[in-house]
Each structure stands twice: as C-alpha cells, then as structure tokens.
C-alpha cells in the first residue's frame, strides 16, 4: 500500500541540526495528521491539518513546526530537537476530520537525536 | 479527557489458538473504536473498526465486540497463524473533541508456530 508515503524512513541528526520530514497522501483526504511513537508509550497525537488548516497543536515544544501547503503534503521541521526527540515520527490522513473516520497511517520516519 | 487502557502488554499463543486483546475507555461519549496491526517496522493498519450502533462485528478470523455499559471493547482472533505475530493497538474516538483518536499502549502478539 502506498497510500501514504513519509519521507525519509530514517535520519540522524545532531541537536543544533535543522531537517523537514515530508509525508504525502494519495487518497484525496482533507485530514492530515502527525503522531509519535515512543517505545512503551500509546501513540502521541502532535498536529492535526484539516484542508490546509491547522485545528490542533497538542501542547508540542515550538521546535516541532509542521506545515502543509495542500491537502496531500506535510511537513514537519525540526530544528534544536533534544535527545528525548528521538522516535519513529507517523503521519496520518483520514478523509475528513473527525475522530470516526479510519486513519490511513505511513511507515513512519525514525528520527534519532545524538 | 479520554483514557484508553488495554491489555495484556504480551500475549503469547499457539498457532491454531484464540487471542483476546481487551481495552477500556473513559469516555462515554466515545463513538468509534478502531483496532490497527503493526509488524515490525511497519506502518499501523487498520484491520477492523466498530461504531457504537454496533455490539459486534466480525471479518473472517477477527472479530470485535463492543460493551458500551461497561466501557470496553475487544480483539478476537481465531485459529491464529504466525503472521498474525505484531503489535496491536486498540483505540476510542475522543467524544468531546471529535476528531482525535487517544490510542493503548498496544499489545505485543505472538504465535507460536
């Protein structure tokens, strides 16, 4: 399945560095969504774009700062991220915003912080 | 806001057996329980999903069944085979912010061949 597709799979970065991690959707969905995944840990809502607006920020530290300038892109920039930082980072998109439609996931990128 | 608890945090089975994954919710309001399938260094799927109109839904070898009384819902998985081996993740639709998903803490399944 390539519905979703979450660029790259994997990236080291020192914490002074700044990179983007880009996910695109090829389903026609108008919801787009970023989660981390913590080992142990239930998968952490971060933001939540509906048809390019952004309806949920949940409580992340300013060096996450996503964007997504269409329905079917999104980024997530990082930049003097913290050891702590370090995870497999999963996008979403479902095909409208609401907690009862299905959310098609990527594969995720594995971020690590040295 | 919404609490999802599920468990066990391990199962393990043998091929042919049953498996029985629970999760309890907080939300009374909650309307949408999805269950997704993650392999290692996979993506999570999403492999079957109940509404609260439902008490119960099956798809070949899985099934959910839904207690909204009580609060909680579960996996059921028959005749399990090896490839059913992954992480499972339960979830509830938050009823006072509609559009978030609060997930378990997933349940490691393994199938003994």
């Known amino acids: 399945e390539t519905g979703v597709t979450q660029t790259p799979r994997h990236l080291v970065m020192g914490m002074t560095n700044k990179k983007s991690l880009k996910c695109e959707q090829h389903?026609?969905?108008?919801?787009m969504y970023w989660y981390k995944q913590s080992a142990k840990k239930p998968l952490e809502l971060m933001f939540v774009y509906s048809l390019e607006e952004r309806v949920e920020n949940n409580s992340v530290p300013s060096r996450f700062s996503p964007e997504c300038p269409n329905s079917s892109h999104l980024f997530l920039h990082l930049h003097t991220l913290q050891p702590e930082d370090s995870a497999l980072y999963l996008c979403a998109s479902s095909a409208q915003l609401g907690g009862n439609q299905p959310q098609h996931f990527g594969d995720g990128t594995r971020l690590s912080i040295l | 806001g919404e609490n999802v608890e599920q468990h066990p945090s391990t199962l393990s089975v043998q091929e042919g057996d049953s498996a029985v994954i629970k999760c309890t919710y907080s939300d009374s309001a909650s309307n949408y329980f999805p269950w997704y399938k993650q392999e290692l260094g996979k993506r999570p799927q999403l492999i079957i999903d109940?509404?609260?109109?439902?008490g119960e839904k099956k798809d070949q070898r899985i099934a959910v069944t839904l207690n909204k009384t009580a609060k909680h819902f579960s996996l059921h998985i028959t005749e399990t085979q090896p490839e059913d081996s992954a992480v499972y993740f339960c979830?509830?639709?938050?009823?006072?912010?509609?559009?978030?998903?609060?997930f378990g803490k997933g349940t490691l399944l393994t199938v003994n061949p």
């Open positions: 109940i509404r609260s109109n439902v």
């Open positions: 979830a509830a639709s938050s009823g006072g912010s509609n559009y978030k998903l609060t």
């Open positions: 389903l026609g969905h108008n919801a």
